[in-house]
């Protein structure tokens, strides 16, 4: 069974994950492939300076993250340029992967924009990670060093997670404290695979 994972930004997708992953559950995050494809040199690497300029190229040859995000967050247009450069790229190594992990009782695909780039019908089911909008913002300001402003950015640049929830097979409350979550993920992860965690 191939499950989707997602949620909000910083609204707890990567606590979620590394407890499925300690309950030995194959994890694929999209997060981490995207940041693989970007580096120096690979494909992607080529196509994103070839279409946004080598302006957003660093010295060293590394992607400058930051200076692209501020683009693509505050200009819709340039961010789905980005993501029909990304996506097809992206899919394609979760497929090489799933192919590697082969056959398995559960695994789960971290993909946190699942339903902006309308990717759920590639899975059995759909787990969403919620957790309130100002605690995300207070999250991002915390824990990523934004301003309050760029965390507003990127909140608005996604859908509201009320609304991820709300089509997504299970829902995953991360409001409260981490006995809460491991409880509702224990629960979850047992009735996904019929094993105890």
Same mark, same amino acid.
């Given at each position: ?16 994950? !590394? ?9 694929? !995050?999209?997060?981490?492939? $995207?940041? +693989? @494809?970007?580096? =120096?040199? *690979? ?16 010295? &060293?040859? *590394?992607?400058?993250?930051? /200076? ?5 967050? #505050? &200009?819709?247009? *340039? ?8 996506? =097809? $790229?992206?899919? #394609?190594?979760?497929e090489r992967?799933?192919q590697e992990?082969?056959? /398995? =009782? ?11 780039? $309308?990717? *759920? ?9 919620? #957790?309130?909008?100002?605690? +995300?913002?207070?999250? @991002?300001? $915390? ?12 909140? #608005?640049? +996604?859908? =509201? ?7 997504? !097979?299970?829902?995953?409350? &991360? ?7 491991? /409880?509702?993920? &224990?629960? @979850? ?9």
């Open positions: 069974m191939i499950v989707a994972l997602t949620g909000g930004i910083a609204s707890g997708k990567t606590l979620v994950a !590394d407890h499925f992953r300690d309950l030995g559950v194959p994890i694929i !995050d999209t997060d981490v492939i $995207a940041r +693989q @494809l970007v580096r =120096p040199d *690979e494909p992607v690497w080529h196509l994103i300076k070839e279409s946004f300029g080598s302006e957003y190229i660093c010295a &060293n040859g *590394e992607l400058d993250r930051s /200076k692209l995000a501020d683009l693509v967050f #505050a &200009n819709a247009n *340039e961010r789905l340029r980005l993501e029909a450069i990304m996506h =097809p $790229a992206i899919f #394609a190594e979760v992967q799933l992990i082969g056959e /398995k =009782p559960l695994i789960i695909v971290v993909v946190p924009l699942l339903y902006e780039v $309308a990717a *759920e019908e590639r899975f059995a089911a759909v787990i969403s990670v919620t #957790a309130s909008s100002g605690q +995300q913002i207070s999250r @991002l300001v $915390a824990t990523r060093g934004y301003s309050r402003a760029e965390a507003e950015a990127r909140l #608005a640049a +996604q859908l =509201p997670a009320v609304e991820k929830a709300g089509r997504a !097979d299970y829902v995953i409350d &991360n409001s409260g404290d981490i006995a809460a979550t491991s /409880k509702q993920i &224990n629960a @979850l992860y047992q009735h996904l695979t019929g094993k105890d965690a």
